[in-house]
T-cell receptor
Framework: NAGVTQTPKFRVLKTGQSMTLLCAQD?????MYWYRQDPGMGLRLIHY???????AKGEVPDGYNVSRLKKQNFLLGLESAAPSQTSVYFC?????????????FGPGTRLTVT | RKEVEQDPGPFNVPEGATVAFNCTYS??????FFWYRQDCRKEPKLLMS???SGNEDGRFTAQLNRASQYISLLIRDSKLSDSATYLC?????????FGKGTRLHILP
């Protein structure tokens, strides 16, 4: 099993450009998440999904959109990138939202917006 | 007040020593608790869950104090490979809150 994979690993964008980050998991997990991690800020939840076809906003959703058309994939889109979106983006998945669960993270995407 | 707070460190500890750090949470309705480990430039990985009765996994011991609203992580006989950032994670009403992490450096 590959676990959680993310594409691409690195990307540099100019302000105003758009891009899509792809997350894929092969563990048949229902729940998937997108986080961003910035120095001194910790992990912050952008959007999450509790199943195929469903998405919900997290703590910092502005400037991002997501889609979960297939259970194994969770896409994060930036329509018009801004320098404030320079960050490391992590995707994660879990089998449930029950009390004892584990989130499995992908290796991250390092995005720089100039 | 932030919902989950950790001392950012760094904790610089000689190899073989014992080190402990705490994480405080503000919401008494928090239901479950975890420690994650994150190596430099890598993704977070679950280290251990934290139970009310306390739990041990090899050199690692986690404790929960609901009355004072904190969890702790104790590492005995520390190894160079223990150098990492340790993230405290709290689950409340299906909401997951990550602490900013405590950096640990084990010195040879």
């Amino acid at each position: 099993n590959a676990g959680v994979t993310q594409t691409p690993k690195f990307r540099v964008l100019k302000t105003g450009q758009s891009m899509t980050l792809l997350c894929a998991q092969d563990m048949n997990h229902e729940y998937m998440y997108w986080y961003r991690q910035d120095p001194g800020m910790g992990l912050r939840l952008i959007h999450y999904s509790v199943g195929e076809g469903t998405t919900a906003k997290g703590e910092v959703p502005d400037g991002y959109n997501v889609s979960r058309l297939k259970k194994q994939n969770f896409l994060l889109g930036l329509e018009s990138a801004a320098p404030s979106q320079t960050s490391v983006y992590f995707c994660a998945s879990s089998s449930s939202l029950s009390r004892s669960y584990e989130q499995y993270f992908g290796p991250g995407t390092r995005l720089t917006v100039t | 007040r932030k919902e989950v707070e950790q001392d950012p460190g760094p904790f610089n500890v000689p190899e073989g020593a014992t080190v402990a750090f705490n994480c405080t949470y503000s919401n008494s309705a928090s239901q479950s608790f975890f420690w994650y480990r994150q190596d430099c430039r890598k993704e977070p990985k679950l280290l251990m869950s934290v139970y009310s009765s306390g739990n041990e996994d090899g050199r690692f011991t986690a404790q929960l104090n609901r009355a004072s609203q904190y969890i702790s992580l104790l590492i005995r006989d520390s190894k160079l490979s223990d150098s990492a950032t340790y993230l405290c994670v709290v689950n409340r009403d299906d909401k997951i809150i990550f602490g900013k992490g405590t950096r640990l450096h084990i010195l040879p």
